[in-house]
């Protein structure tokens, strides 16, 4: 079994729906991310946490929300959709740690039309 | 200027030849320094980190860093085709992971 997972792997809504897209682990791993990836731009933080209680804006957190359910659940959500939000979406645990390196989930293939 | 920046590429090396891949990162704060792999349609994957100044080998692959020059860089050698991928420098400033753009290389037969 994967140790990050990823729901659903591909996604196509219109503009203006809400979609919500989900994380879980079973790696044990306090620290969970969200990143996006388009062509030419690599990966962009999205939000991140450290624990449960714990959420942080990334780069570029405006016209998304997230929610840490549980220590292996961490999920995010675009509140209405528009076509630049068309993208590959990567879901990272670390551990916390001088190293911090990061294991990325399958990803999530999301089209806005 | 970005925080984390690549040469773009792409770059194409015969097999068996030395592949070479820089990172410039701009946050002095940074504290650890990686290099993800990431074949085309997959998840990136950690195939070194690095977090003293000077050289950390593992297998073919070898990771450079110079804090003083803010400067990351990834060696390769005997290349092989299955090393053509997309590769990502990452650093830690705060935590949390800023990645370049990342250097597509191509290792031909």
């Known amino acids: 079994d994967a140790d990050v997972t990823q729901t659903p792997r591909n996604r196509i809504t219109k503009t203006g729906k809400r979609i919500m897209l989900e994380c879980s682990q079973t790696k044990g791993h306090d620290r969970m991310y969200w990143y996006r990836q388009d062509p030419g731009l690599g990966l962009r933080l999205i939000y991140y946490?450290?624990?449960?209680?714990?959420?942080n804006k990334g780069e570029i957190s405006d016209g998304y929300s997230v929610s840490r359910q549980a220590q292996a659940k961490f999920s995010l959500s675009l509140e209405s959709a528009i076509p630049n939000q068309t993208a590959l979406y990567f879901c990272a645990t670390g551990r916390a740690g001088e190293i911090n390196e990061q294991f990325f989930g399958p990803g999530t293939r999301l089209t806005v039309l | 200027q970005k925080e984390v920046e690549q040469n773009s590429g792409p770059l194409s090396v015969p097999e068996g030849a030395i592949a070479s891949l820089n990172c410039t990162y701009s946050?002095?704060?940074?504290?650890?320094f990686f290099w993800y792999r990431q074949y085309s349609g997959k998840s990136p994957e950690l195939i070194m980190f690095?977090?003293?100044?000077g050289d950390k080998e593992d297998g073919r692959f070898t990771a450079q860093l110079n804090k003083a020059s803010q400067y990351v860089s990834l060696l390769i050698r005997d290349s092989q085709p299955s090393d053509s991928a997309t590769y990502l420098c990452a650093v830690n400033p705060r935590g949390d992971m800023r990645f370049g753009a990342g250097t597509r290389l191509t290792v031909k037969p």
């Open positions: 946050d002095r704060g940074s504290q650890s």
């Open positions: 946490s450290f624990d449960v209680k714990d959420i």
């Open positions: 690095i977090y003293s100044n």
